[in-house]
């Protein structure tokens, strides 16, 4: 029988806020973090976290380890927390203003700090695609060139090697080096998302977090994204979001499966879609529910 | 409806041309180009244009970075939840009548700007451009910030995703993407200003003359609305000075309607 804690808000905020006044009501957390073969190389390490929406936990006690250079999925009915979880690795969630965050986090093993010069920092070691493809009104060259640009980027020939290579490695230079002055927004929605892809890796990350990122696309740009994700791993860390449970099966070498906002399972994705240890993600991976 | 509101500027439009007929078959290009303006005598327009040019020309330079500065703050900055108590107040300010800044430019601008620039008289197309900035500037500013607000959130998210500061984000994807829209803004309120009467004529000095230098914006000056709301009176009844206040009008009328349009097209746009 899985072992799912769902607490009730109200409980966990009294909790919570007895902890942070005393410091010492509260039993110790323990870690639980999942050793497995191949976790050995963390690049994002996540300690006991909880995330509120106002008074609303959206996360409970998260506690994992995401390996370096692998595609880590996560997976989990709508509403679950996979995207809330997404958004703390970038500090997204910062940007709502009645979101709140309690635990560690650590990228390429280093604790996430709360200047804004951090987070900025840490933005551009963990780069974001998000669902909704979404370039800027501008041409292909500029969407691309933006990152490095604004951040202070001059010259004309790196910039146009950045450019060059971003799109190469989203696989679309062959498709629009001849109309880099055209914009960006003429483009087909799968290359729309590929030129977001791009966007993202020219201010050079070492995570790339993508949100649901063929969830607006037809099967055959699907596919090139799926094909893109395994390719860029060899450079990058992949954490994906995705609501299809054969695309998690298909790309990742790890799922997690979420559900009200708990980490019921970490690990293997074969193992996970061939023999689950909880009852709830079996349920989920066969269809009982979700 | 917009049937109905097409066919009325229509006729309003053929009315004033029919009206300026006879003082274009009097004064030909003079009207337009023709620097002096004697009733009874001749009829030059030109002084005229180039007040309402220059007064809101001026206007918008100095009012401009205010408005926009305010719409970013209130937009990008402030609190959600004061941002409606600061659009309320714009609004409340956008209706208060011309009249009201007319006399408070009488009472306090006019003699400001003499002290400050040691002038002998404070009635100035400086005064009246100044008087017509803080009359537009919460028209011009809640546009703008409507504009600004409506911007989607995914261009913010994506900006800051890349690593940018909030003011780089706000300088290199909110402001550009709602360019059309504070454009449009600005044309708007510009058309406004344009056309404000009573509180110009109060302010601007009723001078129908071109300064020397032409931008000496110390001296008097006239615009359009100015000098119909000071003639009109006194010139019905006459044949050729009516005339020539009608073409006036229709000058006036095309001018407000070039920058309305603009104002539209631009508002159009952003959507
Ligand atoms: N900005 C927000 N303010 C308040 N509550 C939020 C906010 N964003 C998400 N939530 C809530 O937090 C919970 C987790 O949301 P989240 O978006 O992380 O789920 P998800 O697993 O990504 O769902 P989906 O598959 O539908 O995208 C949901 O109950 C959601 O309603
Ligand atoms: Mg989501």
Redesign the pocket.
């Known amino acids: 029988m899985a072992k799912i804690k769902v607490k009730a808000p109200s409980q966990s905020l009294n909790a919570f806020s007895t902890s942070s006044e005393t410091g010492k009501t509260l039993p110790p957390k323990k870690k639980n973090h999942l050793t497995l073969p191949g976790l050995e190389n963390p690049m994002v390490e996540i300690e006991n976290l909880d995330f509120y929406?106002?008074e609303?936990q959206?996360l409970n006690d998260i506690s994992m380890i995401i390996p370096k250079n692998k595609v880590t999925a996560f997976i989990?009915p709508?509403?679950?927390?996979?995207?809330?979880?997404l958004r703390c690795l970038n500090r997204m969630n910062d940007l709502?203003e009645?979101a709140r965050m309690q635990g560690t986090i650590k990228i390429g093993g280093v604790n996430m700090h709360n200047s804004p010069e951090d987070v900025s920092v840490l933005r551009k070691r963990v780069g974001m695609v998000f669902q909704k493809f979404n370039p800027f009104p501008k041409t292909i060259y500029e969407n691309v060139a933006y990152g490095p640009r604004i951040h202070g980027l001059k010259n004309k020939a790196k910039l146009d090697e950045i450019v060059e290579n971003s799109l190469k490695s989203v696989a679309l230079w062959d498709e629009v080096k001849d109309r880099l002055n055209d914009s960006g927004l003429g483009l087909s929605g799968g290359q729309q998302q590929r030129l977001c892809i791009a966007r993202a890796i020219a201010v050079e990350p070492e995570v790339l977090l993508m949100d649901?990122p063929c969830s607006a696309l037809d099967p055959l740009s699907t596919g090139k994204i799926e094909e893109l994700a395994v390719g860029l791993k060899e450079k990058y860390t992949i954490v994906i979001?995705t609501?299809n449970m054969q695309q998690a099966a298909r790309i990742a070498d790890f799922t997690g499966f979420?559900l009200l906002g708990d980490l019921v399972e970490f690990g293997f994705t074969d193992r996970m879609f061939t023999k689950p240890e909880k009852k709830a993600t079996e349920d989920y991976i066969t269809g009982r529910f979700g | 409806m917009a049937f109905i509101s097409l066919a009325t500027v229509v006729m309003l439009f053929a009315f004033l041309v029919q009206q300026s007929l006879s003082v274009i078959a009097a004064e030909k290009w003079n009207f337009l180009f023709g620097l002096d303006w004697w009733a009874g005598e001749t009829y030059g327009a030109l002084p005229m244009i180039y007040g309402s040019l220059m007064v809101t020309g001026l206007a918008l330079i100095l009012v401009l970075p205010l408005a926009l500065g305010g719409a970013v703050f209130t937009s990008e900055y402030l609190p959600a939840r004061y941002r409606l108590w600061i659009k309320g107040l714009m609004e409340l300010f956008a209706g208060v009548p011309g009249i009201i800044y007319g006399l408070l430019g009488v009472a306090l601008l006019g003699g400001w700007v003499k002290n400050t620039f040691g002038l002998i008289d404070g009635n100035t197309l400086l005064t009246a451009a100044l008087l017509l900035g803080i009359m537009v500037l919460p028209t011009i500013m809640t546009l703008a910030e409507d504009a600004l607000h409506a911007v989607p959130g995914q261009y913010r998210d994506t900006a800051f995703s890349l690593g940018l500061m909030k003011w780089q984000v706000v300088l290199s994807a909110v402001i550009p993407k709602a360019l059309p829209g504070i454009a449009g803004a600005v044309f708007l309120g510009l058309g406004r200003a344009m056309g404000e009467t009573i509180a110009v004529m109060l302010v601007i000095g009723g001078l129908d003359k071109i300064p020397d230098p032409w931008f000496n914006v110390f001296a008097s000056g006239q615009s359009i609305p100015s000098k119909l709301g000071r003639e009109a009176a006194e010139a019905i009844g006459t044949d050729l000075q009516w005339s020539a206040l009608m073409a006036l009008g229709l000058t006036l009328f095309l001018m407000v309607m070039i920058l309305t349009f603009m104002g539209n097209f631009f508002l159009k746009r952003a959507q």
């Open positions: 929406y106002g609303k959206a989990g709508s509403g679950c927390g996979k995207s809330t979880l709502v009645s649901e979001v609501h979420m």
